[in-house]
């Protein structure tokens, strides 16, 4: 054990650490990142002069549109049918429905039945093999009833254009993410998810990009941009550059998850507002879930984002025509395109709306965490290398002792693996499979029983044997627990490394939380401490963590309490979101990070 626990060594990892950290966080520094610019030619070049004159007129619709919502209890179709193609579009509706794997607790239900509205603007100047989306989602109550207004107003706007080159579609999706998901579905001719829905009647050419637009106030102070997709996905750069372009041209104020821009980048508030925003987006893309309708979008290689209007800055006021006018430049430049957008970024962060951080600046900071993992692999391979044949003395403690056969049978290392991965197997199974024998015995509903069942088995990974490697062979050896590291820390290295290629934010904060202990644990630190330091940067507690950074930075802080129900919430959402969308976050913590995390929770207790 000298080796793993020499003072220079352990020093230059945690130094490692501390670089790693230090380098993501000055990352929020402006004079490290870059500035925005418009790198697509076709939307750069071309100036477009907007005149949607109809904001009081969507407003009215949109009014129209509630009163026809609440007397037939949900989505007005046929009004909606009749309204769109008096604008002179091509109307067509799609009807699904979804059995929720378990009751969304949230919004009450298990079995959703709806219907998707949309019509199509032909382009009048080009073969119409080409197409874009906006959508507003029909959501209950009094929401978003606004963008329904202006959605309807700039489809009968558009239609006395003659410059369109591409199909204009204009979708009211029932159920948000679940609607959106069963057109995308039916216009793709794709079911990845199980869904069932009636085929497209209707289909405009390929969709090159979407917006999706939110709006539940007729005052609106600011406009927020929503990147966040599916599985941590972002559109093209190039998008959010346009919608922040506009912004300053109309004088519209804008905002990225919900905080101002701010110039005052060289004070302390002025960085911790840029950095509390780039940890913002970092929490929200490494969840996993679309953020919004057009999250779903992504997986389909359509560049897409939402607008959604916010009531909170009430020293700004931006009425609907405004709105409406950067909406119809926002589409003009769309319609120059003359191929998908690809010119700019698609892995980036962003600490405001005018500067950005590009892969080559923040993956070095996760190189350093990994790095450690690598270091400390190489050193238990030089370690087992160096190790005498037969039998092996070393000093623990102080005290000369000597561990038997050192060369581990091939058991000793598999037995602690496949148990571990057969724990995340039933991690993964069981929250589901069980419920209704948890209703039928525990006085708990369908959703409790998933969420309950799946803490209860992550926890019982705890009281696995200890000793898992001594199960179909005795007393492990010194060299044994050695083998297992040096697998547990490639394992993970390569885990990490591929989960921060496809979604940074998540592999970033695995990597916080996993690496401190995957490098110094060994069977002589002392057990109690060890265990409890092992626990408290669990997985599950990393999550718990994040949910309350998350209510701090958006200035919504929980009590305890409250902290532990959202997080009861977060896990059933994850696992619902799986079952919907297709998100990968639930078994990639269940059937991976967390058997991983195992491996090394039986490294700590080998005896």
């Known amino acids: 054990p000298c080796h793993l626990q020499d003072p220079a060594s352990i020093s230059h990892l945690v130094m490692c650490y501390l670089a790693g950290v230090a380098w993501f966080m000055g990352l929020a520094f402006e004079p490290f990142t870059l500035r925005t610019y418009m790198s697509e ?13 109809a904001g009081e007129r969507a407003l009215a619709t949109g009014r129209e549109f509630a009163a026809h919502k609440k007397k037939v209890g949900g989505m007005p179709v046929d009004w909606l049918v009749k309204t769109m193609q008096s604008r002179g579009l091509e109307v067509f509706t799609q009807s699904f429905t979804r059995k929720l794997p378990f009751p969304d607790e949230n919004k009450e239900r298990y079995m959703v039945r709806g219907t998707n509205v949309y019509g199509i603007l032909r382009a009048p100047r080009a073969p119409r093999t080409e197409a874009l989306v906006l959508s507003a989602p029909c959501s209950e109550g009094n929401n978003n009833n606004q963008a329904v207004g202006l959605l309807l107003g700039l489809a009968q706007y558009f239609r006395s ?39 497209l009647q209707g289909r405009g050419g390929s969709i090159q990009a979407a917006l999706s637009l939110e709006l539940s106030s007729d005052v609106i102070t600011s406009l927020d941009l929503v990147l966040e997709g599916l599985n941590g996905q972002l559109p093209n750069l190039d998008l959010a550059n346009l919608f922040y372009a506009f912004c300053q041209k109309i004088g519209v104020l804008c905002t990225i998850q919900g905080k101002l821009q701010r110039n005052d980048w060289d004070t302390t508030s002025g960085y911790s ?19 919004g309708d057009h999250g779903l979008f992504l997986r389909y290689h359509i560049e897409a984002a939402s607008i959604r209007g916010i009531n909170s ?22 319609n120059n395109l003359l191929e998908r957008l690809h010119q700019s970024y698609f892995f980036y962060l962003m600490p405001s709306l005018s500067r950005f951080v590009s892969i080559g600046y923040y993956m070095p900071a996760f190189g350093l965490l990994a790095v450690i993992l690598l270091l400390r692999a190489l050193d238990l391979w030089v370690q087992l290398g160096a190790s005498p044949p037969g039998t092996e003395d070393g000093v623990a403690g102080g005290v000369q002792v000597s561990y038997g056969p050192s060369s581990p049978g091939v058991l000793s290392i598999l037995t602690p693996v496949v148990i571990s991965h057969m724990t995340g197997v039933a991690l993964y199974t069981l929250p589901i499979l069980s419920q209704e024998m948890a209703v039928q015995h525990f006085p708990v509903s369908e959703t409790e029983a998933v969420v309950l069942t799946a803490i209860a088995i992550y926890t019982a990974g705890l009281a696995l044997p200890h000793n898992t490697h001594r199960l179909l062979q005795g007393e492990g ?47 002589h630190t002392p057990k109690a401490l060890s265990a409890a330091i092992m626990v408290l940067l669990s997985p599950g507690c990393t999550l718990l963590y994040c ?7 958006q200035e919504t802080p929980v009590s305890l309490q409250d902290g532990w129900m959202l997080f009861l919430s977060v896990i059933s959402q994850g696992i619902l979101d799986h079952a919907l969308y297709g998100s990968l976050v ?19 207790f080998w005896k």
């Not at 030619?41 to 004159?53: D, I």
């Not at 040096?486 to 998540?506: E, K, P, Q, R």
């Not at 949910?547 to 930075?553: M, T």
């Open 41 to 53: 030619n076709a939307m750069g070049s071309t100036m477009v002069e907007e005149r949607f004159p």
């Open 161 to 199: 254009q003659i410059h369109w080159a591409k199909d204009i579609i204009f979708l009211v999706n029932e159920h948000d993410l679940i609607g959106m998901q069963a057109w995308l579905e039916g216009y793709h001719h794709t079911n990845t998810t199980g869904g069932d829905w009636s085929p």
């Open 273 to 291: 507002h840029a950095a509390q925003t780039m940890m913002l987006m970092v929490l929200k893309q490494a969840s996993g879930r679309p953020w």
């Open 313 to 334: 800055f009430r020293q700004y006021k931006t009425d609907t025509t405004t709105i409406g006018r950067l909406l119809e430049g926002m589409y003009r430049k769309l």
């Open 477 to 523: 050896t010194e060299e044994g627990w050695r083998v297992l590291k040096l697998v547990a820390l490639l394992y993970l290295a390569v885990l990490l490394g591929c989960t921060a290629l496809i979604n940074f934010s998540l592999g970033f904060i695995l990597a916080l939380s996993l690496v401190p202990i995957a490098a110094f644990i060994t069977p």
């Open 547 to 553: 949910v309350f950074v998350f209510q701090e930075l």
């Open 586 to 604: 639930y078994p990639l913590l269940a059937l991976l990070i967390y058997p991983c995390w195992l491996l090394l929770w039986n490294i700590l």
